[in-house]
């Protein structure tokens, strides 16, 4: 079945540092959307890509989507304690509207 | 209302009882999907309604699991002969109609089976 990894799991950073977490999936995407959980939270959707080499920019967030539309990411430029919490990465294959998730990448900031 | 509700918000049980879980989506929003999250994982798909209908049920684990929208707006999650294995947050989200849309969660039901 249609997998979706991502890596670092984890990832600890100074305030003020730079962060990117990665997303890979076995098959094609029709989508990506990425999530952010902060703990003892749910998943609140951030964004949505759907071309292939797409990019989108939200303040200090930039989103890209791979050529193949297999991979993704997210990076953010210097970091506030307010990014802490878990990001999530998910995606349906062709023809589908489940989302397939990644089991995320957690960020925590140092003050 | 404002956004996707779901009671209880903690429930906890013991093993081989019957639990139900609810789920009412954001007004208007004809899509609704169910999921279960343990700790350290992303959510994971249960089942899909599109209007009444389940659209897609494939993710429910076996047929001790069942999901319900009767009207085509709140949503109810069973689970007959709960197992400890059954421990997780249900979540529930919605969207405005499914293809390709963004879904907001609610904030879950943390179930726990003794």
């Known amino acids: 079945g249609q997998q979706v990894m991502q890596i670092p799991q984890y990832q600890h950073v100074q305030e003020g540092e730079d962060f990117t977490t990665y997303c890979n999936s076995s098959t094609t995407l029709s989508n990506i959307q990425w999530y952010k959980q902060r703990p003892g939270g749910h998943p609140v959707f951030l964004i949505q890509l759907v071309k292939s080499g797409e990019v989108k920019k939200q303040k200090r967030l930039t989103f890209q989507f791979g050529e193949a539309k297999k991979n993704s990411s997210l990076h953010i430029t210097a970091t506030q304690t307010t990014d802490v919490g878990t990001y999530f990465c998910?995606?349906?294959?062709?023809?589908?509207?489940?989302?397939?998730f990644g089991k995320g990448t957690k960020l925590s900031v140092i003050p | 209302g404002a956004g996707v509700s779901q009671t209880p918000s903690n429930k906890v049980t013991e093993k081989g009882k019957y639990v139900e879980l609810r789920c009412d989506p954001i007004s208007g929003h004809t899509a609704l999907y169910w999921y279960r999250q343990s700790l350290g994982q992303g959510p994971e798909f249960l089942i899909y309604?599109?209007?009444?209908?389940?659209?897609?049920d494939s993710g429910l684990p076996n047929d001790r699991f069942f999901a319900v929208r009767p009207e085509g707006s709140v949503s109810t999650l069973k689970i007959q002969r709960t197992e400890r294995g059954d421990s997780a947050v249900y979540l529930c989200a919605s969207s405005l109609t499914g293809e390709n849309q963004p879904q907001h969660f609610g904030d879950g039901t943390r179930l726990s089976i003794l």
């Open positions: 998910a995606g349906p294959w062709a023809g589908s509207y489940q989302l397939t």
């Open positions: 309604f599109q209007g009444t209908g389940a659209a897609d």
